[in-house]
């Protein structure tokens, strides 16, 4: 019996779960986002070095001011100590000291009969 029989058509097989996809890019390695660090790093730095130049900058144009104020100070005091010094000359001057030892301490000059001199001998 040579009997042939009908081909069957296969039935199609429905997997339970779905077929797994192959790698997408978004699991392979991202080169620029090695790239956008970098760029994220160097802005940084620029910014803190940016602050540092600000920082002394602030703290030059600080002390510019305090050397300023202490030079008006030594100027005020370069004033005073001119001051002084003429009021001492001025307090020291013969004159102003003979007009005081007359009017305020009542002082006046020895008559000649007041007046000794005296001298020392050398030793033989």
Known sequence: MNSVLPARKPVPVVPAFPARRPAT????PRPWIGETLKLWLIVAVCFLLGLIVIAQYSETV?????ISCCQDRLAELEEEYRQMELEAAG??????I????REELGMREPDLSQVRVLTAHQGD
């Open 25 to 28: 890019p978004a699991a392979a």
């Open 62 to 66: 600080s002390l510019y001011y305090e």
């Open 91 to 96: 307090l020291a001057a013969l004159n102003r």
């Open 98 to 101: 003979e007009t005081v030892a």
